[in-house]
């Protein structure tokens, strides 16, 4: 999470100031020395004090995979992870773990079978 606008202000303040170190304002604000330098530099390159953008992050293996994904469970939902692996490496060219399938699962409220044990309902055979 970003820090404030009205923090960062304040640092850059007290950095144009020059009455303290870094480490000091970095000890009077409760920030990390290395982010008062950063917020410093950043000043004087550009005259910034905002956060910059999100940059977007990493985009999702399987976004396009919804439509598949779901289709396979509501026709076979017992359906194993290597198996739901398998099919939309067939049908979506698209390799993926058992990991990544069972977050993707879970992010699309679809059940997942964990093992050839469990039954369809969750219970365990004694």
């Known amino acids: 999470m970003a820090y404030s ?7 850059i303040a007290a950095v144009r100031a020059k009455q303290q170190t870094i480490d000091q304002i970095a000890a009077t604000f ?21 956060a910059l953008p999100w940059a977007g992050g ?3 293996k399987l976004r396009g995979c919804e439509a598949a994904m779901r289709a396979k469970v509501k026709e076979q939902p017992d359906i194993t992870l290597a198996e739901l692996g398998e099919h939309l490496r067939t049908v979506a060219k ?5 990991s990544l399938l069972s ?11 964990k093992r050839r044990s469990t039954t369809t309902s969750g219970i365990r055979r004694a």
């Open 103 to 113: 977050r993707e699962l879970t992010r699309l409220n679809l059940p997942r079978k």
């Open 30 to 50: 409760g920030v990390s020395a290395s982010t008062v330098d950063k917020w410093a530099k950043r000043w004087r390159k550009n005259k910034r004090i905002a």
């Open 5 to 11: 606008l009205d923090l960062r202000k304040r640092v």
């Open 58 to 60: 990493v985009k999702r």
């Open 94 to 98: 698209v390799v993926a773990s058992p």
